[in-house]
């Protein structure tokens, strides 16, 4: 079947003087396919004839520009305030309504509708809402005429100076905001024209008046051929009238779709008044009788359908042999991905945009997309709505005279993706910052000489308009910067900008437009925290038009971008009831049945105007893929479009029917290995190399050979993020560095020496009246990081509600101790955290090692070395390979345990004899190393350098270091996932 386009091109290709000529498209990219057929029809060279966008021409028919949506908000609301003056809302209630307005304006122009008239109706109409009613009779007029009365909003009412002292009087109440709209609306007008500018309605409806007066010669061009056009306005037929007097215009319309012949097409019979109304200069070929093959497929969820279009593309690709088992009977067609300009993916919902984008797979060609992508799904626009949001609840510090930010607040913009994906130095900087601070409330100054400093330098006078425009300076420098580093790491040479880069281009020219016009501005709408809502509201309220080579490649589209063309191969999604046809209603204060009686669109009229793009479209395809979401959850209704009914039980045609898995597959995970190099580990075993090997990293080693390449060759921190409440190990530190205040206490601020004598006494002492200012000294210490004048200072907020717990952790260990001393008398400790470095021999394998024991006490004539445990570690083994597991850690804290005791006595020989044991703070009376029987009475451990127990560990500890030292072993991941649950490099190699 011969292509609309083509057929039109053709009708033309044989005329003279086409230079004389203006073709005008509903849209841009309709009017480049055409200039391509018309190129490749002409038999001689000609001089191309204009080929226009309907705005683009009328706009050159005008005087005037056609206004940006910023320098709309703006002047609407001036004509607001010099409507209102002193009684007008401020901005921030104003712009909540604004878009709404101008869109009402805009479609009063398209439609000429007499402005008074149309006001006054919606004014009579508000009247009878309005609450002076009696409730009784609201009831009655509402079941009447079907109106529902709701509360008014303040902003709506605006009572005249006479009677604002009496808000409840009746003139009060009738005196609202829709009075005076028809007057806004005249300010409106003459403050855009007085710029020379004007809203797309009102250049259509000037156009339309001016048209009948004018003559032929002052069109510019001899013949203005206006092609592939829908429903139209009022404005837009009254221009089409003017020309068809004035004899100089051809009209063609794509409706020869024998799916318009049946009346029961809305759009069809919409389209077709027209096209009698304007016939064209020759008849269409007839569409061919053979319908195209239609399938219809359920895809579970939204991404599921993007997923699907692109997995069908890829088997188009393919040659019947190589296709997937269950794609060879749909029969799908052959497509050239190198340049498949003949099929499209049309989305109607453009929400679907980018999962598409993130699903096109390796071998598709050139691509090329057109549609409007709404800017408010960007991701720069959704960072710089946290940062409106912290920059609305900061507050301002008497004290320092600095600007104070929400700890939280900062925290989102933080671990927002551009910013950890662009600015991971500057954002580890400010997290160590915040960490050492511990503050709830970030200041400004935090974030000087990092790349994010303009994000958080606020406006400190809001009525200032200096202040507000060098903050949107601010804005646009850290725009630039972050485009400037998307630009930098983008690795395309075909001179594409990637997505990333697009969006912020466009938010960067949104706040330029912005700047602008509050600079231009009467009205500086700075009242309360307005400036950081109007960035945020009007840059998410715009499009971000993506366009390209229209005429090279796969076809990525919009569904309006659709008009005029044909495609042999079409795949559509959102193919759901509610959302294609849409059943949003529209956001309007005029009600249908106004806009219906004025002429204005009305919802059932776009819904109609979809169904002629729609069944148009499907016209000259060969064979159509209709997705849909058949998934109930969340917005889906999981209903398929009633086209997809329409297709089959109004016009007959047969629909396959198809339910297909898109289930997502996780990503394959990465066999890592890390080959080992001498100057990796040699350190361990060199005289005198650092860093030493430690406990800590040896059951890193067993848990995962990669992680212990991570932490301790590449040094690779692991710690939890910064948070909110004290982490585990700052936790166990406090509680530590607690109960060395008793047990072995500084000596004038130095590491004690020797032995130490802990009574019962000294423990009650203790208690009694020190353990709580220990633990304030502590905490201030350790998690807030405050300097030693400060370590008195009283807790507050997470810091205090954990003051009790660790009390009941150190209270624990002392009533233990209390009932040891009652049995057994004195403790004599003989160290506490104190730090040992040796040469570790291990069966003649030596090791660099260090270690620090908690706690290394006398009690009875025993020697016991103790470790403190906040956690659930296991105090029970029943063998020693089990200490050494590399796939069950719960008992890796018993084994450091023996190694510190074997350790202990190779630096002390004396220490021959010790009873290992592990303090488990939150349940004493598990404490201990208990061994024995799989099932049975166990019974406290005592190393000795022989005992068969030891003589096990130290061989697999051997092993396990030998490995850990063979240059011929490469540093694997674990083959168990026990140890992934809490890792947090577990990004490196995809494990859960």
Request: glycine share 4%; hydrophobic share 40%.
């Amino acid at each position: 079947m011969t292509p609309f386009l083509r057929q039109v091109a053709a009708h033309y290709s044989d005329k003279q003087h086409l230079e004389d000529y203006c073709f005008v498209f509903p849209n841009r990219r309709s009017g480049q396919f055409f200039e391509k057929e018309l190129v490749s029809q002409l038999t001689a060279p000609r001089i191309m004839p204009a080929v226009l966008t309907i705005s683009d021409w009328i706009e050159q028919m005008s005087d005037l520009s056609a206004a940006s949506t910023i320098d709309m908000v703006f002047l609407l609301y001036q004509a607001y305030c010099d409507a209102f003056g002193p009684a007008a809302s401020e901005f921030d209630k104003f712009i909540y309504w604004v878009h709404i307005i101008i869109t009402d304006f805009n479609d009063v122009d398209m439609a000429m509708a007499d402005v008074n008239s149309l006001y006054t109706n919606l004014r009579d109409l508000r009247q009878i809402a309005t609450d002076y009613i009696d409730p009784e009779l609201k009831v009655e007029i509402g079941r009447i005429f079907n109106i529902q009365f709701t509360e008014s909003d303040s902003f709506w009412n605006h009572p005249p100076a006479a009677v604002a002292d009496d808000p409840t009087s009746p003139s009060a109440q009738y005196h609202t905001l829709w009075d005076k709209l028809s007057e806004i609306y005249d300010r409106f007008h003459a403050l855009l024209q007085a710029r020379g500018l004007a809203t797309p309605g009102r250049l259509y409806r000037d156009l339309a008046r001016r048209l009948p007066s004018m003559t032929a010669n002052e069109l510019g061009y001899e013949r203005i051929v206006l092609v592939g056009f829908a429903a139209l306005s009022v404005s837009e037929d009254k221009i089409f009238k003017s020309l068809r007097e004035m004899n100089v215009a051809d009209y063609w319309w794509d409706d020869a779709s024998p799916a318009f012949d049946l009346e029961a097409n809305a759009g069809g019979q919409l389209v077709r008044v027209f096209s009698k109304r304007y016939p064209a200069p020759a008849a269409l070929d007839t569409i061919a009788t053979a319908p195209p093959r239609i399938h219809a497929m359920a895809a579970p969820t939204d991404v599921g359908e993007a997923k699907w279009a692109f997995h069908l593309v890829e088997q188009m690709g393919l040659t019947d042999e190589q296709r997937r088992d269950d794609i060879r009977p749909l029969e799908l067609p052959h497509v050239n991905l190198s340049n498949a300009i003949n099929t499209a993916i049309v989305l109607p919902d453009e929400n679907l945009f980018v999962p598409l984008l993130s699903s096109v797979p390796p071998g598709v060609g050139q691509m090329n997309v057109t549609l409007g992508y709404p800017m408010r799904h960007a991701g720069i626009v959704s960072l710089m709505h946290l940062v409106a949001r912290a920059h609305r609840q900061a507050t301002h510090s008497n004290t320092t005279n600095q600007w104070m930010f929400y700890r939280e607040d900062v925290l989102d913009i933080l671990s927002h993706p551009i910013i950890k994906s662009t600015f991971i130095n500057d954002v580890l900087a400010i997290s160590q910052a915040m960490e050492q601070s511990r503050d709830f409330n970030v200041s400004e100054n935090t974030f000087i000489g990092t790349a994010l400093k303009p994000l958080f330098t606020t406006v400190r006078i809001l009525e200032s308009k200096a202040e507000v425009l060098a903050y949107i300076d601010r804005l646009m420098e850290f725009v630039g910067e972050l485009d400037r580093r998307v630009r930098s790491h983008d690795g395309t040479d075909n001179g594409l900008l990637p997505l990333q880069s697009a969006f912020n281009v466009h938010y960067a020219d949104a706040l330029r437009n912005l700047r602008q016009a509050i600079d231009e501005s009467n009205h500086l709408p700075t009242e309360g925290t307005s400036v950081f809502y109007l960035i945020d509201r009007l840059t998410a309220s715009l499009s971000v038009p993506f366009t390209g080579e229209p005429l090279e490649g796969l076809q990525l589209m919009g569904m309006l971008e659709t008009r005029s063309l044909d495609f042999d191969n079409l795949i559509v999604l959102s193919m759901n009831e509610r959302v294609f046809p849409s059943r949003r209603p529209m956001s309007s204060f005029i009600p249908d049945y106004l806009r219906a009686a004025h002429l204005m669109p009305t919802n059932a009229w776009h819904e109609a105007v979809m169904t002629f793009h729609f069944y148009r479209l499907l016209g000259r395809a060969s064979d159509v893929m209709l997705i849909y979401n058949s998934s109930s959850q969340g917005t889906s209704s999981g209903e398929p479009s009633r086209f997809i009914a329409q297709l089959e039980m109004t016009y007959g045609l047969p629909v396959r029917h198809t339910t297909v898995d898109t289930s997502v597959s996780p990503a394959p995970e990465l066999h890592i290995e890390v080959r080992k190099r001498p100057e990796m580990i040699e350190h361990y075993t060199l005289p005198g190399g650092t860093p030493p090997l430690s406990a800590s990293a040896i059951k890193k080693y067993l848990k995962c050979p990669l992680m212990f390449y991570l932490r301790h060759v590449q040094h690779l921190r692991d710690d939890n993020d910064t948070g909110d409440f004290m982490d585990a190990r700052t936790f166990g530190t406090v509680v530590h560095n607690t109960l060395q205040e008793l047990y072995y206490p500084h000596v004038n601020n130095c590491l004690r020496t020797g032995s130490y004598t802990v009574t019962r006494e000294m423990i009650d002492d203790f208690e009694s009246r020190c353990l709580a200012a220990t633990v304030v000294r502590e905490v201030n210490r350790t998690y807030l990081f405050r300097s030693d004048d400060q370590l008195n200072q009283p807790l507050h907020g997470d810091a205090l509600i954990l003051l009790d717990t660790i009390k009941t952790y150190v209270q624990n260990v002392l009533t233990y101790d209390r009932q040891l001393i009652k049995e057994h008398g004195p403790i004599e400790v003989l160290e506490c955290e104190v730090p040992h470095l040796l040469a570790l021999d291990l069966n003649g394998l030596k090791v660099n090692f260090t270690f620090v024991i908690d706690r290394l006490d006398r009690v009875g004539g025993c020697v016991r070395l103790i470790d403190y445990k906040t956690g659930n570690d296991e105090t029970k083994f029943t063998s020693a390979d089990e200490l050494m597991s590399t796939t069950s850690h719960k008992k890796h804290a018993l084994m450091q345990l023996l190694l510190y005791c074997n350790a202990l006595h190779q630096m002390r020989p004396e220490f021959d004899t010790v009873q290992p044991m592990i303090y488990k703070l939150r349940k004493m009376d598990e404490s201990g190393m208990l061994i024995g029987p799989q099932r049975g009475e166990k019974h406290q451990y005592t190393f000795t350098p022989g005992d068969p127990v030891n003589g096990e560990f130290t061989d697999a500890l051997h092993h396990v270091l030998a490995e850990m030292l063979d240059c011929e072993t490469p540093f694997r991941q674990a083959t168990s996932t026990n140890a992934c649950k809490y890792c947090h490099f577990t990004e490196f190699c995809r494990r859960n």
